[in-house]
């Protein structure tokens, strides 16, 4: 499915995307939602469109391990994260929720641009600039856990971890 | 006859980092930098602000029970107590789960997850698993402690088990004597300020050095608390004489074993850091690898000072700001809030008189916790107000108003500053 880029700068943290000030509406993930970025870019959850992409520079997802951070991307559509680089327990975070985290050169998407994400081809096809980009394999196993649908939906259909 | 190790069986000899030592113990083979493994978990816990999620998982997996209830933790220690019926509400949804399941509560005022773990649970070579980024703390011990989200945490309590990959390691060597007026934070803000806040990403950060040695468990676990802001997924100290004297005085000297890496372990790289050419560090606003030293900060008016929280909410932290502030008044513009890590150190600190002096003071005494550095309550910061906290971290908008500024230095920092006004250098008063 085709997305529109929105791009962010470096060391993007969980406060930033869901600041510490909501933790009263973390049992309330609906309204949690409704503020994701919104320091960084207010109203960003009126602009995006379902499918859209967040990418972003270095070091994604550091502080905090909030996994609200991850849920409420997904929750607001928002079908992947591209970044230069991710801190590792947003990165797990999002791929036990089934979102794709993908490390790869985004100085070639500008915002707005349309781009789409071949997971298992490690490619993402930029019809803005008409441009390919290849990007750093996905580890096994985070196809393992995408392909199942998330790390809860593995465990309920091997009532065990099954990645090695 | 002994089988022998496989490094043996092979005949050629492979050191070990102290992570490949721990995560090869608990896969029950020898294992790498680089693989991917399964294994077990010696203790598993959440907080508040991530329990709630990791019990929903539990239950959206179709579990009823809990692998190892006695190594189960619910912590209350964020919204502690409770600010909002919001979460009062969560704390009782966790509370149920616990007494359905017989999982361990650590209740509203008995202290930081990170803190209670370190004097109660935690055991060189453990794999202990966090639902909170600063569960490195325990790393200061000897475990491999690492944080995780939610739903890696739900997995672990409910099967016993995650899957990791066996990181590579930085080994950070410190040398020589600290001189007076700096300490374990200003080590590791300078380790931060120099790799930056990415510069241990995916890697295990593992301490050695003279310094390090010396340093009591206090430093360590300031040191390892902070290892997951270079992006650390663990901060390995070896246990030694020091780490056996800390356990006994927590009762618990038949927890000790001594653990170290093999001296021809395999390294990413190696940091050396001079201590005796170290200064009183700051970290500012909003990441914490922008350090500076306290003599390059400049005049920096501070509305409040924070003292407390999983990084530096020990007795030695509270006593070294006590014998800076003793017989002094805290700024008549600045207020300061202190919050020990957990209900022993609160209770130490009140019978040494350490908390009767910074009372004395002017500073504000609140109940262990994390305080005010979730920006949660007890000490939320307004529009354009500066804070120097000893807390880990000083990202945009954590402690409340995205337009406040907040600034990371020790706890001596934290005296000397809520004693001027402004950023101060806390040699003088030692």
């Given at each position: 499915m085709k997305g529109k880029a929105w791009k962010f700068g470096d060391a993007i943290s969980t406060d930033h995307i869901?600041?510490?000030?909501?933790?009263?509406l973390r049992s309330n993930l609906p309204e949690l939602s409704?503020?994701?970025l919104e320091y960084e870019r207010p109203s960003f959850i009126e602009k995006v469109s379902p499918g859209d992409f967040i990418v972003a520079g270095q070091n994604f997802g550091l502080g905090s391990s909030r996994e609200h951070a991850a849920i409420v991307i997904k929750m607001n559509g928002i079908q992947a994260v591209l970044a230069k680089s991710f801190a590792r327990i947003f990165y797990r975070n999002c791929f036990n929720n089934g979102l794709p985290a993908i490390i790869c050169d985004t100085e070639k998407f500008s915002e707005g641009d349309e781009i789409e994400l071949f997971v298992h081809e490690g490619k993402i096809v930029n019809y803005t600039r008409n441009e390919t980009t290849l990007f750093t394999a996905v580890p096994p196993v985070m196809k393992r856990i995408l392909s199942d649908g998330g790390l809860v939906e593995h465990v309920k259909k091997y009532k065990d971890l099954k990645l090695v | 006859m002994r089988r022998g190790s496989v490094k043996e069986r092979r005949g050629i000899h492979m050191g070990m980092t102290l992570a490949e030592k721990i995560l090869s113990e608990h896969a029950g083979k020898e294992v790498r930098s680089g693989e991917i493994v399964v294994v077990r978990v010696d203790l598993t816990y959440t907080q508040d602000g991530t329990g709630p999620l990791a019990v929903r998982k539990i239950q959206e997996m179709g579990l009823k029970e809990v692998y190892n209830p006695k190594k189960t933790i619910f912590f209350f220690d964020h919204a502690s107590p409770s600010p909002r019926f919001e979460l009062s509400n969560d704390h009782n949804f966790m509370r149920d789960f616990a007494e359905k399941t017989g999982s361990q509560v650590s209740e509203v005022?008995?202290?930081?997850s990170h803190q209670v773990v370190a004097e109660r649970e935690v055991k060189p070579g453990d794999i202990v698993i966090g639902a909170d980024s600063h569960t490195c703390t325990g790393g200061a011990l000897g475990a491999f402690a690492t944080g995780v989200g939610s739903t890696d945490a739900a997995v672990a309590m409910a099967l016993g088990k995650i899957w990791l990959r066996v990181p590579e390691t930085i080994r950070v060597v410190v040398e020589g004597k600290l001189p007076t007026g700096v300490f374990a934070k200003d080590i590791i803000l300078h380790l931060i300020g120099k790799?930056?806040?990415?510069?241990?990403?995916y890697k295990a950060l593992e301490f050695s050095g003279d310094t390090i040695q010396n340093l009591e468990m206090a430093g360590r676990m300031t040191i390892a608390n902070m290892a997951v802001e270079a992006g650390a997924k663990v901060g390995l100290f070896p246990s030694d004489e020091i780490t056996r004297s800390w356990l006994n005085c927590m009762g618990?000297?038949?927890d000790f074993r001594e653990l170290s890496p093999d001296p021809d372990g395999t390294y990413e790289k190696t940091v050396m850091i001079s201590a005796k050419e170290l200064k009183p560090t700051i970290a500012c606003p909003h990441q914490v690898d922008n350090t500076k030293t306290v003599d390059e900060i400049g005049d920096v008016k501070v509305d409040q000072v924070y003292l407390g929280t999983s990084c530096n909410g020990r007795l030695e932290d509270f006593q070294i700001a006590a014998r800076i502030l003793k017989g002094k008044k805290i700024h008549p513009k600045t207020r300061m809030v202190v919050t020990p890590g957990s209900r022993l150190v609160y209770l130490e600190t009140l019978k040494d008189g350490t908390m009767e002096t910074l009372i004395e003071s002017g500073a504000l005494a609140m109940t262990p916790g994390c305080g005010a550095c979730v920006g949660l309550h007890e000490g939320v910061l307004g529009d354009g107000e500066v804070c120097l906290a000893t807390q880990p971290r000083n990202f945009k908008g954590r402690m409340g108003s995205p337009k406040s500024f907040i600034y990371l230095g020790s706890p001596a920092v934290a005296a000397a500053t809520a004693i001027e006004g402004k950023i101060a250098d806390p040699r003088k008063y030692l």
């Open positions: 869901i600041p510490g000030r909501y933790f009263y409704k503020h994701l | 005022g008995y202290g930081i790799i930056t806040a990415a510069g241990g990403t618990r000297s038949q």
